[in-house]
């Protein structure tokens, strides 16, 4: 059960694009396709804004898109707005148990 | 409006025990798995013990597997994790959260802190 692996911080400017890669093993996220992106605002709750690799719950702006290849998943969120700040996670079904990576600060320059 | 909310946290020293509760409501509890993440001060999100409609099943990570226990009441529209031995690498914030899919949270409480410390 070790987290998978993210960089702790990314940054952009307005308008620009980053993404967030998930690297994990092909008994986590390359072994299924259950990888789920969770938005953490400072001080508040986690929410969820991709869930099974590249589905959006309803209500999250079609700017955040998600994908994989292999035993990396990657989170992008285009046309960066500035609260869009907030820590991300991922997290991936394990074979039993859930694993969540340790987390990526962005930050809008 | 559905909604998590979770309590019994608080102070309590090195191995003493805690139980914790989530109290669901706006959906119907008994048809989803539950599970409990919590986030250490300053660290990230980890994935504690999930549980399913019924209670008849229940997984847990590693590092709290034989110490904590996690339960559910249907009949009470509520969650429980019961914390046992607690050290202090246990201090987090302990949140509740609806399996929306498999191994997916689309609902979270607040939180509650425990804190571990003598």
């Known amino acids: 059960q070790s987290a998978l692996t993210q960089p702790r911080s990314v940054s952009g400017s307005p308008g620009q694009s980053v993404t967030i890669s998930c690297t994990g093993t092909s008994s986590d996220v390359g072994g299924y396709n259950y990888v789920s992106w969770y938005q953490q605002p400072p001080g508040k709750a986690p929410k969820i804004i991709i869930y099974?690799?590249?589905k959006r719950p309803s209500g999250v702006p079609d700017r955040f898109s998600g994908s994989k290849s292999g035993n990396t998943a990657s989170l992008t969120i285009s046309g960066l707005q500035a609260d869009d700040e907030a820590d991300y996670y991922c997290c991936s079904y394990a074979g039993r148990t859930g694993v969540f990576g340790g987390g990526t600060k962005v930050t809008v320059l | 409006e559905v909604q998590l909310v979770e309590s019994g946290g608080g102070l309590v020293q090195p191995g003493e025990s805690l139980r914790l509760s989530c109290a669901a409501s706006g959906f119907t509890f008994n048809t989803y798995w539950m599970t409990w993440v919590r986030q250490a001060p300053g660290k990230g999100l980890e994935w504690v013990a999930n549980i399913n409609q019924h209670g008849s099943e229940e997984e847990y990570a590693d590092s709290v597997k034989g110490r904590f226990t996690i339960s559910r009441d249907n009949a009470k529209n509520s969650l429980y994790l019961q914390l046992n031995s607690l050290r202090a690498d246990d201090t987090a914030v302990y949140y509740c959260?609806?399996?929306?899919?498999?191994?997916?949270?689309?609902?979270w409480g607040q939180g509650t802190t425990v804190t571990v410390s003598s």
């Open positions: 959260a609806r399996n929306g899919g498999w191994y997916l949270m689309d609902v």
């Open positions: 099974e690799v590249t």
